[in-house]
């Protein structure tokens, strides 16, 4: 059974930086591709970006390209994302997925 539990959430002013975690349990992050999806408040759920299996090839939302890194520790079998230059717009609920599994989410607050 896949388990994935996100951390690192917090209230951040704009302009600040936040790097997120995602404990896995029940896959191997280091073979399967993982997202990270968020939803905003009154919104649906929006993917922001994925790393594939293997090779490690990512992929980003335009909404976040060149601001946020995803990344992973094979060996702590835990997903990253690091949040660089966030916007009040960055404010969600941030979640990891892999396929139809999500975690409970971490909040993200970017707010002065």
């Known amino acids: 059974q896949v388990q994935l539990v996100e951390s690192g959430g917090g209230l951040v002013q704009p302009g600040g930086s936040l790097r997120l975690s995602c404990a896995a349990s029940?896959?191997?992050?280091?073979?399967?591709?993982m997202s990270w999806v968020r939803q905003a408040p009154g919104k649906g759920l929006e993917w922001v970006s994925s790393?594939?299996?293997?090779?490690?090839?990512?992929s980003y939302a335009d909404s976040v390209k060149g601001r946020f890194t995803i990344s992973r520790d094979n060996a702590k079998n835990t997903l990253y994302l690091q949040m660089n230059m966030l916007k009040p717009e960055d404010t969600a609920v941030y979640y990891c997925s892999y396929r139809e599994t999500r975690g409970p989410g971490t909040q993200v607050t970017v707010s002065s």
């Open positions: 029940g896959i191997a992050v280091s073979w399967a591709r």
């Open positions: 790393i594939s299996g293997g090779t490690g090839s990512t």
